[in-house]
Structure formats: C-alpha cells, structure tokens
C-alpha cells in the first residue's frame, strides 16, 4: 500500500510538471502492488480520462469503480464509456448508478450519453437516429433542472442546443422554447449571481452569453445587451466585494 500510495504522489508530480508519459509508466510499474481497492487503477484512469484516451480511462477504472462503489469514480467511468462510443456499456453503468445517487448526477450522465450519440450519428449522415438521440439528450437536461434548478450549466447547454438547431432549420418553436429555458435560468441566475465563484462563476457567464445569443435571434437586441450589461455590473460587484473582504 505505501508503495503504491508512494508511486500516486510521485506520478502527481510527473503530471504537474506535464511528464505525462513518465507517470504514466510509473503507475503502470505499481499496479501490482495496489490493494484490493485498485488506488492504482483509479489513478491511471484518471490520468487517462484528462488525456482524453477515454477508452484506456474507462477499463482502468472499471476495477476501483466495482471494489468502492464511488459515485465520482462511478460519473467518470459513465462519461469515459460514453466519449469512446461505448454507449451499451454506458447505459448499463448508468442503471446501477441511478439506483444509489443522486438525480442530478444521473440525468447529467444520461445527457452526455445522448450528446456524444448524436454527434456520432450525425458524423455517420444517419440523420434519424442523430435527432431521436439530440431529443433524448435535451429531455435529459430538463430531467438535470428538474433535479436542481439551481444549477445553471444544463439551462445554458439546452439553449445551446436549441438555438444550434433553430440556426440550422429556422424552426420558430425551438427559438420559442430556448427563450423560455433562457428567462427560466435568467431568474436563477439573478438570484445566484452574486455568490458566483469558480467553476460556478464560469457557467454564468457562458450562460449571460447564451442568452443574449438567444434573445438576439428573437430580434431582441436591446434586451440582449441590456442583460449582459447587468450580469457584467453583477460580476464587478463581485469582485469588490470579494477584494473588500480580503482587506
């Protein structure tokens, strides 16, 4: 265990100094000292996973996933599966996660399976089964919101989705809906945006985008930039108060 543990750390350092090859191999020479938890695999896949060798991630964290039942080991190895086109694999993943975490986490899951089958779809001109998949994957973003409808990156991935769409076929009803998702996330937004930090502080502001977008191809170019103007005034308010606090 302290060797494996020991070979981790080693392996962190490699990856920060991006010798990612050299940690790789140094994770590989400690497998067979892990314990029965696989600390080793789960590090390899997780390093596989941020090099985007998505297929490699999926079966190194297949074994920690089954031995700890870690629900942020269970998410990367669905979303692994689910960017190499493993989707079979990804929705039986998925069964099991739903049954022992949170709804949120499942239906954000289930939205990425859908997302990358469309693409792959569509990348094979099979229009029918990329549409069916692009429906499935927007019913699952609204199953996210459902779920929290505090969380703003499924209002900005749905409207994205829905204004890509009505960009490509002029089709009114999805602008119609992409502005009802747009107001919906813009009440939320409001009343978070001033706690916005990090991670969370980045999806607003893709969202702020968004929505303008949105609010543009309605013919709303005035609302659109009268909304950006306030989420900016939001964010330098941000920033003083948090400068304030630090003095």
Same mark, same amino acid.
């Given at each position: 265990?302290?060797?494996?543990?020991?070979?981790?750390?080693?392996?962190?350092?490699?990856?920060?100094?991006?010798? @990612?090859?050299?940690?790789? @191999?140094?994770?590989?020479? +400690?497998?067979?000292?892990?314990?029965?938890?696989?600390?080793?695999?789960?590090?390899?896949?997780?390093?596989?996973?941020?090099?985007?060798?998505? +297929?490699? =991630?999926?079966?190194?964290?297949?074994?920690?996933?089954?031995?700890?039942?870690?629900?942020a080991?269970?998410?990367?190895?669905?979303e692994?599966?689910?960017?190499?086109?493993?989707?079979?694999?990804?929705?039986?993943?998925l069964?099991?996660?739903?049954?022992?975490?949170?709804?949120f986490?499942?239906?954000?899951?289930?939205?990425?399976?859908?997302?990358?089958?469309?693409?792959?779809?569509?990348?094979?001109?099979?229009?029918?089964?990329?549409?069916?998949?692009?429906?499935?994957?927007?019913?699952?973003?609204?199953?996210?919101?459902?779920?929290?409808?505090?969380?703003?990156?499924?209002?900005?991935?749905?409207?994205?989705?829905?204004?890509?769409?009505?960009?490509?076929?002029?089709?009114?009803?999805?602008?119609?809906?992409?502005?009802?998702?747009?107001?919906?996330?813009?009440?939320?937004?409001?009343?978070?945006?001033?706690?916005?930090?990090?991670?969370?502080?980045?999806?607003?502001?893709?969202?702020?985008?968004?929505?303008?977008?949105?609010?543009?191809?309605d013919?709303?170019?005035?609302? =659109?930039?009268?909304?950006?103007?306030?989420?900016?005034?939001?964010?330098?308010?941000?920033?003083?108060?948090?400068?304030?606090?630090?003095?």
């Open positions: 265990d302290e060797f494996s543990l020991a070979s981790i750390a080693a392996a962190d350092f490699f990856m920060k100094a991006d010798k @990612v090859t050299q940690a790789i @191999v140094l994770l590989k020479s +400690a497998v067979e000292f892990q314990s029965d938890i696989f600390e080793v695999d789960s590090a390899l896949g997780s390093m596989y996973f941020l090099q985007g060798e998505y +297929a490699l =991630a999926a079966e190194s964290l297949e074994r920690p996933t089954q031995a700890t039942n870690d629900m080991l269970q998410s990367r190895r669905i692994a599966l689910a960017m190499s086109s493993q989707f079979e694999e990804a929705e039986k993943a069964v099991h996660f739903k049954t022992s975490n949170n709804a986490s499942a239906a954000t899951l289930e939205a990425t399976i859908h997302r990358v089958q469309s693409s792959v779809y569509l990348a094979q001109g099979k229009m029918e089964e990329a549409t069916e998949s692009l429906a499935r994957y927007r019913k699952s973003l609204k199953k996210a919101i459902d779920a929290d409808p505090t969380s703003m990156l499924p209002y900005f991935r749905l409207c994205s989705s829905l204004l890509n769409e009505y960009r490509l076929t002029q089709n009114k009803e999805l602008l119609e809906e992409a502005l009802v998702i747009a107001d919906a996330g813009d009440n939320i937004g409001a009343t978070g945006a001033t706690g916005a930090t990090g991670a969370m502080g980045a999806t607003l502001e893709q969202f702020a985008i968004i929505r303008a977008d949105v609010l543009q191809a013919g709303q170019l005035q609302r =659109a930039i009268e909304r950006l103007v306030r989420y900016i005034g939001l964010s330098i308010l941000l920033v003083v108060s948090t400068l304030r606090r630090r003095e």
